[in-house]
Nanobody, 125 residues
């Protein structure tokens, strides 16, 4: 049973940067697709980025492409989300996830079976 724990959230100003981490325990990310989702206040959970174990090519939502970078350290079993040029609309609870989605469901939260509890990111204007 893979357990995921996010860290690194906080309160920053627009234009600042943050790096989120997600560490897996009780298992590894081997063979899974890892992803970041976020849930803004009063809204549903939305896709941010994903990486497949098999090729490590990241996929990004249009809203974060060019500003966020998703990477992982396989040796440390840890994911990272480097967030630059943050905007107030990036304010959300950020979750890491792992699962085995097919290509058409890569951006769907229902395709992921393992989730962390989330970390709050607040960007002030």
């Amino acid at each position: 049973q893979v357990q995921l724990v996010e860290s690194g959230g906080g309160l920053v100003q627009a234009g600042d940067s943050l790096r989120l981490s997600c560490e897996a325990s009780g298992g590894t990310f081997r063979g899974y697709t890892a992803a970041w989702f976020r849930q803004p206040p009063g809204k549903g959970r939305e896709f941010v980025a994903a990486i497949r174990w098999i090729n490590s090519n990241p996929y990004y939502s249009d809203s974060v492409s060019g500003r966020f970078t998703f990477s992982w350290d396989r040796a440390k079993n840890t994911l990272y989300l480097q967030m630059n040029s943050l905007k107030p609309e990036d304010t959300a609870v950020y979750y890491c996830a792992a699962g085995s989605p097919i290509t058409s469901t890569l951006r769907s939260h229902s395709a992921y079976g393992y989730w962390g509890l989330g970390t709050q990111v607040t960007v002030s204007s």
